[in-house]
């Protein structure tokens, strides 16, 4: 079936970067981009960036520039995630989701990953 | 960035009764507006795109209207399955931003 499954818990320190991937299976790898998603215990969720699995292009929410970087191994159907300078208050899950383009213009996340808690502490 | 407001931020309802959960964004997103929900401990799982196309599979008691700034999310009837929280996210352009949430709790 369709699906995408992410890495295990990280535990991090501040300063330390974290690389959490997202294998996909049960569709082509490369006809969908694929987000990321983060979210803080108890808070909401929070979009950071996409990637285009076929280019590699990738595009980031304002707030992570510098510190994000998305990649892919085709190869092997999966996609990372990397945060560097890693502070307490990026501790939460992130989700990997497939975007996937409705009638031709919607945009929508359909399949989701489990979600990997990254731990930020001393 | 296109700003994303939902309201309320929760609500205590029965089983049986009906739920409308509001969306603004801060620009005209036309109805490029999908409606995701999400259990604890769990993902979220997309449920209206569109503003109003429900996803195959979805329940026909969750409807989704609206256009340009504002939307709602309807349950018609709700199920003790529905208990959970529900995002809106706009899809109209990076960052695609989601509301705070509406928790849906039982009354």
């Known amino acids: 079936q369709v699906q995408v499954v992410q890495s295990g818990a990280e535990v991090k320190k501040p300063g330390a970067s974290v690389k959490v991937s997202c294998k996909a299976s049960?569709?082509?790898?490369?006809?969908?981009?694929i987000n990321w998603v983060r979210q803080a215990s108890g808070q909401g969720l929070e979009w950071m960036g996409w990637m285009n699995v076929n280019s590699g292009k990738t595009g980031y929410a304002q707030k992570f520039q510098g510190r994000l970087t998305m990649t892919r191994n085709t190869s092997i159907s999966t996609a990372y995630m990397e945060l560097s300078s890693l502070r307490s208050e990026d501790t939460a899950v992130y989700f990997c989701?497939?975007?996937?383009?409705?009638?031709?213009?919607?945009?929508?996340?359909?399949?989701w990953g489990q979600g990997t808690t990254v731990t930020v502490s001393s | 960035d296109i700003q994303m407001t939902q309201s309320p931020s929760s609500l205590s309802a029965s089983v049986g009764e009906r739920v409308t959960i509001t969306c603004r964004a801060s620009q005209t997103i036309s109805r490029y507006l999908n409606w995701y929900q999400q259990k604890p401990g769990k993902a979220p799982k997309l449920l209206i795109y569109a503003a109003s196309s429900l996803l195959t599979g979805v329940p026909s008691r969750f409807s989704g209207s609206g256009s340009g700034t504002d939307f709602t999310l309807t349950i018609t009837s709700l199920q003790p399955e529905d208990f959970a929280t529900y995002y809106c996210?706009?899809?109209?352009?990076?960052?695609?931003?989601f509301g705070q949430g509406t928790k849906v709790e039982i009354k």
């Open positions: 996210q706009q899809s109209y352009g990076p960052p695609r931003t």
């Open positions: 989701a497939r975007r996937t383009i409705l009638y031709h213009y919607y945009y929508v996340m359909d399949v």
């Open positions: 049960g569709y082509t790898f490369t006809s969908h981009d």
